[in-house]
């Protein structure tokens, strides 16, 4: 009988229309300088929005977690995520990281980036002042009260080198001046066949912003959290930035934007569903990289990017 009465005091009943379409928070607009990074002890710098968001545990957006990892040189730190996919990108520095489980180990440098299956305790070790861009997937599996066991990938290594030498054949080509994206999109012989992405939850894509360019808008319900990885910057005025909100104009621009200025090895998120335009007004080449929860969002295919005409 107790055990019936607290099944019944579980029980809740909506009238639809008041409960079909919940307003949530929003995922906000937010910056992470890379004055967080360049100075102060070895640490972990998780960029948390889960009280804005009401969320319950710690995260950037409702499926990821994104951090800067400081590692003052020849020192070490060790990483731990209940995840299924873990995302390192070098910003600077050098050295090796080992994964305790499986026993594997990469050695990195600036510009590499590399990408980690399943729950994984890694320690990092440096051989200079180094900085890591750490992005994985925990708040989904909190979400979902699961456990991540199953590797769906292998351990997966991309050089700098080999980045931008796929790079430079794309905008060799003839007809790259007239593309919306001037870069790659990371995949994994895993999601080959199907997704393309990253990995099965995450993509990633290693995009440059020609000197001179205003992209028109573009939108997708995945959120990005885009770390820039180089802009030239001034002091007066903003050269290379991203606007962004909900709405186009008639002219197919962004309606009343916000302005999300580019600064080199810091990070800023683009809200899920927003239309945004990349700008570098400057006279070099700006390069970001996005990551988003965009693997799983195609394999719900939900992902929907659109472009403005």
Same mark, same amino acid.
């Given at each position: 009988?107790?055990?019936?009465?607290?099944?019944?005091?579980?029980?809740?009943?909506?009238?639809?229309?008041?409960?079909?379409?919940? +307003?949530?928070?929003?995922?906000?607009?937010?910056?992470?300088?890379?004055?967080?990074?360049?100075?102060?002890?070895?640490?972990?710098?998780?960029?948390?929005?889960?009280?804005?968001?009401?969320?319950?545990?710690?995260?950037?957006?409702?499926?990821?977690?994104?951090?800067?990892?400081?590692?003052?040189?020849?020192?070490?730190?060790?990483?731990?995520?209940?995840?299924?996919?873990?995302?390192?990108?070098?910003?600077?520095?050098?050295?090796?990281?080992?994964?305790?489980?499986?026993?594997?180990?990469?050695?990195?440098?600036?510009? /590499?980036?590399?990408?980690?299956?399943?729950?994984?305790?890694?320690?990092?070790?440096?051989?200079?002042?180094?900085?890591?861009?750490?992005?994985?997937?925990?708040?989904?599996?909190?979400?979902?009260?699961?456990?991540?066991?199953?590797?769906?990938?292998?351990?997966?290594?991309?050089?700098?080198?080999?980045?931008?030498?796929?790079?430079?054949?794309?905008?060799?080509?003839?007809? #790259?001046?007239?593309? +919306?994206?001037?870069?790659?999109?990371?995949?994994?012989?895993?999601?080959?066949?199907?997704?393309?992405?990253?990995?099965?939850?995450?993509?990633?894509?290693?995009?440059?912003?020609?000197?001179?360019?205003?992209?028109?808008?573009?939108?997708? +319900?995945?959120?990005?959290?885009?770390?820039?990885?180089?802009?030239?910057?001034?002091?007066?005025?903003?050269?290379?930035?991203?606007?962004?909100?909900?709405?186009?104009?008639?002219?197919?621009?962004?309606?009343?934007?916000?302005?999300?200025?580019?600064?080199?090895?810091?990070?800023?998120?683009?809200?899920?569903?927003?239309?945004?335009?990349?700008?570098?007004?400057?006279?070099?080449? #700006?390069?970001?990289?996005?990551?988003? /929860?965009?693997?799983?969002?195609?394999?719900?295919?939900?992902? /929907?990017?659109?472009?403005?005409?």
């Amino acid at each position: 009988m107790i055990i019936y009465i607290q099944q019944m005091e579980d029980a809740r009943m909506y009238e639809y229309t008041s409960a079909a379409n919940i +307003n949530l928070t929003i995922q906000p607009v937010h910056t992470y300088r890379s004055e967080l990074h360049k100075t102060g002890k070895t640490r972990i710098i998780p960029f948390d929005l889960s009280t804005v968001m009401k969320l319950p545990t710690e995260a950037t957006s409702p499926n990821l977690l994104a951090s800067f990892v400081k590692i003052c040189g020849s020192e070490s730190i060790e990483t731990k995520a209940n995840a299924t996919s873990q995302v390192f990108y070098i910003i600077r520095g050098s050295g090796k990281s080992n994964l305790q489980k499986s026993k594997e180990e990469v050695i990195w440098k600036q510009g /590499d980036l590399f990408v980690v299956p399943s729950t994984e305790d890694i320690i990092h070790y440096s051989h200079e002042d180094t900085a890591m861009y750490w992005i994985h997937d925990e708040p989904l599996l909190q979400y979902l009260g699961v456990i991540s066991q199953i590797k769906k990938f292998n351990l997966t290594h991309f050089t700098k080198e080999k980045m931008f030498e796929e790079i430079e054949i794309i905008a060799s080509d003839e007809n #790259a001046i007239h593309k +919306n994206r001037l870069g790659i999109l990371l995949g994994n012989k895993a999601t080959e066949k199907y997704t393309k992405t990253l990995t099965h939850t995450m993509w990633g894509l290693l995009n440059m912003l020609p000197s001179g360019v205003n992209q028109k808008p573009h939108r997708h +319900n995945s959120v990005a959290l885009d770390l820039c990885i180089k802009a030239k910057s001034s002091e007066n005025e903003p050269l290379v930035y991203t606007l962004m909100g909900p709405e186009l104009d008639e002219n197919g621009w962004v309606k009343n934007p916000i302005k999300c200025v580019w600064t080199s090895e810091s990070v800023f998120t683009t809200p899920p569903g927003w239309w945004h335009s990349h700008h570098n007004e400057s006279d070099e080449d #700006a390069w970001v990289l996005p990551i988003q /929860d965009a693997g799983l969002l195609t394999h719900q295919r939900i992902l /929907d990017i659109q472009f403005s005409s």
